[in-house]
């Protein structure tokens, strides 16, 4: 088994980062998404993601070109798979959609293709019933700002074949990631089974009304020396991934604070258009967010 062409399926807020950083690391990559539309704005956000490469990797206009030249487009799911060897689903996060986008998959993909999720919450156990392929299905999980931040956390389930393990982790080192090899199944992985209580811990403060973001990220920052506080975090996670993982677990217990914190996450931001750092606000105004102003912490 070898990788020469990789599709991502999906140009959010980590998708078109693990596209652009594999395409800059020579592979073939095709981005796929919803509609031609979609596709456009992945366009626009290489351009910026290419500035900050340059900016803080030393990136070259060589180096940046021949990146450019080794992504394509696709809205279409057949034409966008017809050629993976790999093929990395970065679609929002939630089960449903999720499931229904790997029902899909596996009735055109070819028999090579593995299939890879960069999902944060769900364990690849419950999506490898819908892949047709368990045994070439594998979670790959990359954390946000992947060119400074370059942790790949590679975890299979109990059915994937050893040989797809350890190509993962040969494919994650060959972008420019540290692999990070987990070798039992863990809701969360290592990241976020620290990072999510973290979060969740300082949006039950908001919801409850305890303190608003910029005192509980100043709290943090100062007691800790952390560069910055969850709410700014959350901003460069993404605020709608964090109400979808907020708002499945407000689901499933039904706690009147979580539910609570959804509500407020949706009619406070989501509704605004306020997406964190992708957008250029959040709990904060980018690109130059308070928590920054050097008298913040004061």
């Known amino acids: 088994m070898t990788i020469k062409n990789v599709t991502v399926a999906g140009s959010g807020v980590l998708g078109y980062q693990i596209a652009f950083q594999a395409a800059f690391h020579h592979y073939k990559v095709t981005v796929y998404d919803i509609s031609d539309e979609v596709l456009e704005k992945a366009k626009a956000k290489f351009n910026s993601l290419s500035e900050a490469l340059k900016n803080e990797m030393n990136a070259t206009d060589e180096q940046l070109a021949l990146t450019f030249n080794n992504l394509y487009y696709s809205s279409d799911l057949a034409e966008a798979v017809k050629d993976a060897d790999l093929l990395i689903e970065s679609v929002?996060?939630?089960?449903?959609?999720?499931?229904?986008?790997?029902?899909?998959?596996?009735?055109?993909?070819?028999?090579?293709?593995?299939?890879?999720?960069?999902?944060?919450?769900?364990?690849?156990?419950?999506?490898?019933?819908?892949?047709?392929?368990?045994?070439?299905?594998?979670?790959?999980?990359?954390?946000?700002?992947?060119?400074?931040?370059?942790?790949?956390?590679?975890?299979?389930?109990?059915?994937?074949?050893?040989?797809?393990?350890?190509?993962?982790?040969?494919?994650?080192?060959?972008?420019?990631?540290?692999?990070?090899?987990?070798?039992?199944?863990?809701?969360?992985?290592?990241?976020n089974s620290l990072l999510v209580p973290f979060l969740d811990a300082a949006l039950?403060?908001?919801?409850?009304?305890?303190?608003?973001?910029?005192?509980?990220?100043?709290?943090?920052?100062?007691?800790?020396?952390?560069?910055?506080?969850?709410?700014?975090?959350?901003?460069?996670?993404?605020?709608?991934?964090?109400?979808?993982?907020?708002?499945m677990k407000a689901d499933a217990t039904q706690d009147p604070v979580k539910i609570l914190t959804v509500k407020r996450l949706k009619e406070e931001f989501l509704d605004l258009g306020k997406l964190g750092t992708s957008s250029g606000e959040g709990f904060y105004q980018y690109p130059n967010p308070a928590y920054k102003d050097k008298d913040f912490l004061k």
């Not at 979670?139 to 946000?144: C, K, T, Y």
């Not at 560069?227 to 959350?234: D, T």
């Open 92 to 191: 929002p996060e939630n089960p449903q959609i999720k499931q229904e986008f790997y029902e899909k998959l596996a009735a055109v993909a070819p028999e090579k293709t593995i299939f890879a999720t960069n999902t944060s919450t769900l364990l690849p156990s419950a999506l490898a019933p819908y892949t047709g392929r368990p045994n070439q299905f594998i979670a790959l999980h990359f954390a946000n700002d992947i060119r400074k931040y370059n942790t790949a956390e590679i975890m299979g389930h109990s059915g994937t074949d050893q040989a797809v393990f350890d190509l993962l982790v040969s494919f994650a080192k060959s972008i420019g990631m540290v692999a990070l090899p987990i070798y039992k199944e863990q809701p969360a992985y290592i990241l």
């Open 204 to 247: 039950e403060l908001w919801g409850k009304g305890v303190a608003d973001p910029q005192i509980i990220d100043k709290t943090w920052m100062v007691a800790t020396g952390a560069p910055l506080g969850p709410f700014g975090f959350i901003d460069v996670i993404g605020i709608n991934t964090a109400f979808n993982i907020r708002k």
